[in-house]
């Protein structure tokens, strides 16, 4: 049991800063700037890529955990897993 919340942090963890990193710098490439001063159309869309990345990143965790926990044969999930 420990394990599994251990493996589900890092995981989930791991998915939303790496979706995060990759919304951030697909949002370098397109020139919208997360750091600009004040809150302009740049500043913004590149607010919205961050955020939009961390989620689609956190979800793909999920979705690998889920798969590998049903590839082993065991069904731990949690209830984040089922509701998410």
Known sequence: ???N????GLSDAVGFVGGALL???LG???GLD???AGYGGASIGGIVLVGLGGGAGLQLARRWR???QESNGTNHS???DRKG
């Open 5 to 8: 919340l251990l493996m589900e």
């Open 23 to 25: 919304g951030f710098w």
């Open 66 to 68: 889920i798969r590998r």
């Open 28 to 30: 370098q490439l397109a």
């Open 1 to 3: 049991m420990k394990n």
């Open 34 to 36: 997360v750091f600009a």
């Open 78 to 80: 949690t209830d984040s």
